[in-house]
């Protein structure tokens, strides 16, 4: 199936197939929203609800989507991902977020997202599925590890200043 480049996701949600009935994508305002609770467990540096909603706003015009677990209205984990090429792997899924909620580890809801991101991805014709973990987070390693995922890199980084010391 071919994804449509830089379309709104509503133009291509309907293209993927997921048959967990309990997984969905939060494509609303609403649905983001309620992702925000567990988001917040992942990334604790998001100080409020309206700045996770402007800030995956902007990743939506990136493709950005959010595969989400519901146990009825609640949100109890989530995937946030997108499509991505380059020269190293060709056309992939890169998943920028996977976390479960509080109480909800242990519930194989994680597997779960990764196993319709796997098959999203075959859908979409991607031919690897990329994510990155933190150096120091054994569990999350040896959860990817168990999934199937190995390493391949390392990823490097810094911080871009302005001249005056603070960010660009």
């Known amino acids: 199936m071919h994804h449509p480049a830089h379309t709104s996701p509503g133009a291509w949600s309907a293209d993927w197939r997921i048959e967990d009935a309990a997984l969905r994508h939060a494509d609303t305002e609403v649905e983001q929203r309620a992702c925000f ?10 100080k409020s609800e309206d700045e996770f909603i402007e800030r ?9 989507r959010i595969l989400a677990a519901w146990d009825d209205d609640q949100v109890v984990a989530l995937a946030g991902y997108r499509f991505q090429e380059n020269l190293v792997y060709g ?14 580890r242990g519930k194989r809801w994680g597997e779960r ?15 690897r599925l990329v994510l990155d973990t933190g150096m120091a987070n054994a569990l999350a390693q040896r959860f990817y590890f168990r999934q199937g995922l190995l390493t391949g890199a390392l990823r490097f980084g810094k911080p871009i200043v302005g001249p005056t010391g603070g960010a660009a």
């Not at 609770?37 to 998001?46: G, I, T, V, Y």
């Open 56 to 64: 995956i706003g902007r990743q939506i015009r990136q493709d950005y």
């Open 37 to 46: 609770a567990a988001m917040h467990e992942l990334r604790p540096h998001l």
């Open 91 to 104: 056309k992939f899924l890169y998943v920028d977020d996977l976390v479960s909620a509080t109480g909800q």
């Open 113 to 127: 997202l990764l196993k319709a991101l796997d098959d999203v991805a075959l859908q979409a014709g991607c031919v």
